[in-house]
């Protein structure tokens, strides 16, 4: 077990230096500390009986989080038959870029387009942010929408589908 002095001298050590926590471990003696506010606090726990003479506020550790990982609704969506897949659409709008898919010019106006939106050649179909540029992505071509591909506010690929259109 380390005695009183020693842990002193660490305490001043961690004080002086950059280190933000220090945890040290030796035959069933654990001593934790962790600056708090510009204050190294402190704390021992050891199996035997001593204790330190200064009184010592216990530091909490945080324990790591599990992490999760949740399946992206692409993989969740059942499979369309053949047949269903090639009546939807006769082509598909995809990104010029890499950026953050919106389907509104801001928060408070209404969507551009939405499933069953009529468009032609130059209707503008959603915006693209790349880089802090709000890039208006337009149909390039002429009818009607029949899925929208991506969610508000989605990272989205370069020439990864957005919408699929039925032409006339």
């Known amino acids: 077990m380390l005695k009183v002095q020693e842990i002193r001298e660490l305490i001043k050590l961690i004080d002086q230096s950059a280190i933000d926590e220090f ?34 506020e216990p530091v909490k550790t945080a324990e790591p989080e599990a992490v999760r990982t949740e399946p992206k609704e692409e993989n969740l969506k059942p499979e369309k038959s053949a047949e269903e897949n090639t009546a939807d659409f006769d082509q598909e709008i995809v990104s010029p870029m ?36 709000f890039n208006e992505i337009e149909a390039e071509t002429t009818g009607e929408i029949t899925e929208v591909l991506v969610e508000d506010g989605e990272l989205v690929e370069y020439g990864q589908p957005l919408f699929r259109v039925k032409t006339k």
């Open 23 to 56: 945890t040290y471990e030796t035959n069933g003696t654990t001593v934790s500390m962790k600056k708090s506010n510009g204050h190294t606090v402190a704390a021992a726990n050891a199996k035997s009986a001593e204790t330190i003479e200064q009184p010592a």
């Open 98 to 133: 890499v950026g953050t898919f919106y389907t509104k010019p801001n928060p408070e106006s209404d969507v551009y387009v939405k499933q069953g939106s009529k468009v032609e050649a130059e209707t503008v179909v959603c915006i693209v942010e790349a880089m802090k540029l």
